[in-house]
């Protein structure tokens, strides 16, 4: 309940302005996001990967408007995979893409074009690049995308969401040879229609379209903070076989940063999703929106600010 309305509110100019304008946003925003630099990425990118962890990276924007500034995030992307090649960073660090920061509410093409940039640069850099899932009215389009792009980079990972009720069925179809494929429970507000409402079915819509893909012969990348999710991974993976380095966990920055090194300490892989930039607005209210106490810690602290 109070995640949808934060999540509607988020859309609001004046919400937008407001918490965009706080100067108490900084410090909130210092926990999720590494910073607004490039420097600020490669340098969280190389602490974590000392600290045994692997790294998705993710330069902050979504849902351009413009072809240029499509471009601009993809050039963004591009000298981002430069450097840590340049850094010696690649073989732990990928990165993320949201195809509505490169043009694909414009144009699919265009999109695809730009995608297909930062995937070939990826490629000569030595790593992969996963494309994050956004709202439901383009999961067709980027698994569209998808599809189209693992033809000439075979290795481009997909995001699915728990929380759609067509993700079973997607999960089967993608669970294949050399597929890599990122479950999350879904970030966004969405409709009855498509997309369970409740905690138990999504988890349990979670459970259902990790053993698909534990079970298929893909990658499957556990992506949630959910203990009791971690733990049936760890029993699914125990079920049906699989070593260790054939599936791995994935969280995000700042967030139980703990269990992140515990299971790496296990000899778990476990990558940290990284985000990075100044378009950090949206980013930001996902994650107030899914824990009701970083709404309060927002609040508590912009009481004792102003
Ligand atoms: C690597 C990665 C990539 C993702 N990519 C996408 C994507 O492409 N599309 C998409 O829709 N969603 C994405 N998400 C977000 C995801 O859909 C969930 O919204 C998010 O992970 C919270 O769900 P959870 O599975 O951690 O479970 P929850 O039940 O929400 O959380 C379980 C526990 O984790 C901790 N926790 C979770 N969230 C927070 C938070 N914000 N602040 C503090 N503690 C928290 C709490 O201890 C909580 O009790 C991604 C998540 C990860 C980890």
Redesign the pocket.
Known sequence: MLRSVILRAADDARVKSLVAKAPVSRDVVAR?VAGEALDDAVRATGALISDGLRV?LDHLGEDTCNAGQAEATTKAYLALLGRLADEGLTSGAEV?VKLSAVGQLLDEAMAIDNAGSICEAAVAAGTTVTL???DHTTTDSTLRIHRELRRDFPTTGA?I?SYLRRSEADCRDLAAARSRV?L?????SEPESVAFQS?GEVDRS?VRCLKVLMNGSGYP?V?????R?VAIAGALVRQVGRKQGSYEY???YG??PNEQRRLAGAGETV?V?VPYGDEWYGYLM???A??P??VTFFLRALATKS
Request: charged fraction near 30%.
């Open positions: 999720f998705s993320s994050d899932m956004e995001v969401q990122r999350c429970k879904g970030a966004y905690r979670y990348m992506a949630t903070h959910d203990p999710l994935q969280m995000l967030i139980r990558r999703y996902r994650r107030l899914e824990r106490a970083n």
